[in-house]
């Protein structure tokens, strides 16, 4: 399974940025988003079920971000807005076998990087003050 990033960029406080992950293959997994600022641990920002139906996100983001995808197009989605300057980061999208979010399975994600079995490349974003 290979994930493609991308859609990052610069842009100013308050501004906003949609990235997609574009993955391979016919299969659909959960998928998760990551970002890992430069001395920082990566740490986890959210996550959606491979059908799309449980959403969740971390504390900092929520309100501002949207996550959503598109099995049709193997693609998943981080619509960003309301941009802080500690949103700066790369970016890395992730998939895991883990079947969360399903019916008769738990509808907490897997939050820990080590938790997900593929991941992309990464996009840089960079918001300015």
């Known amino acids: 399974v290979q994930l493609q990033a991308s859609g990052g960029g610069v842009v100013q406080a308050g501004d906003s940025l949609r990235l997609s992950c574009a993955t391979s293959g016919r299969r659909s997994y959960a998928m998760g988003w990551f970002r890992q600022s430069p001395g920082k641990e990566r740490e986890y920002v959210a996550a959606?079920?491979?059908?799309?139906?449980?959403?969740d996100y971390t504390d900092s983001v929520k309100g501002r971000f949207t996550i959503s995808r598109d099995n049709a197009k193997n693609t998943v989605y981080l619509q960003m807005n309301s941009l802080k300057p500690e949103d700066t980061a790369v970016y890395y999208c992730?998939?895991?076998?883990?079947?969360?979010?399903?019916?008769?399975?738990?509808?907490?994600?897997?939050?820990?990087?080590?938790?997900?079995?593929?991941w992309g490349q990464g996009t840089l974003v960079t918001v300015s003050s």
């Open positions: 992730a998939a895991t076998h883990n079947t969360w979010g399903e019916a008769g399975t738990t509808s907490t994600p897997p939050p820990l990087p080590v938790e997900y079995d593929y």
């Open positions: 959606i079920s491979w059908s799309g139906g449980t959403i």
